[in-house]
């Protein structure tokens, strides 16, 4: 089992910024990835930001020159920096995990944080 705990969320201006944290349960090395999803009102789920176990990082094109997935392997963390904010920024964020062992491959999920992009 892997636990996230999200926070940093909050209520920002328009090109302001925000740092969202993704604390697992678990060394960040046992879990082959780490990323973040968002959801916005009525809405599909979707993807933002990812890194590997290895470090390797890819980001969806919406958010790309303006968010930043890094870690800290000390600390469990993955965390999300977004820059420039933009009101269509305003989701739910949503930490995930992929883990495979065993040749199974399990997703986890945390609570969500809100992120609200308004003047």
């Known amino acids: 089992q892997v636990q996230l705990v999200e926070s940093g969320g909050g209520l920002v201006q328009p090109g302001g910024s925000l740092r969202l944290a993704c604390a697992t349960s678990r060394s960040i090395y046992s879990i082959n990835s780490m990323g973040w999803y968002r959801q916005a009102p009525g809405k599909e789920r979707e993807f933002v930001a990812r890194?590997?176990?290895?470090?390797?990082?890819s980001v969806a094109d919406s958010v790309k020159g303006r968010f930043t997935i890094s870690r800290d392997t000390a600390k469990n963390t993955v965390y999300l920096q977004m820059d420039t904010l933009k009101p269509e920024d305003t989701a739910v964020y949503y930490c995930?995990?992929?883990?495979?062992?065993?040749?199974?491959?399990?997703?986890?999920w945390g609570q969500g944080t809100q992120v609200a992009v308004s003047s």
């Open positions: 995930n995990a992929l883990q495979i062992l065993g040749g199974t491959m399990t997703t986890y």
């Open positions: 890194i590997t176990s290895g470090g390797a990082t």
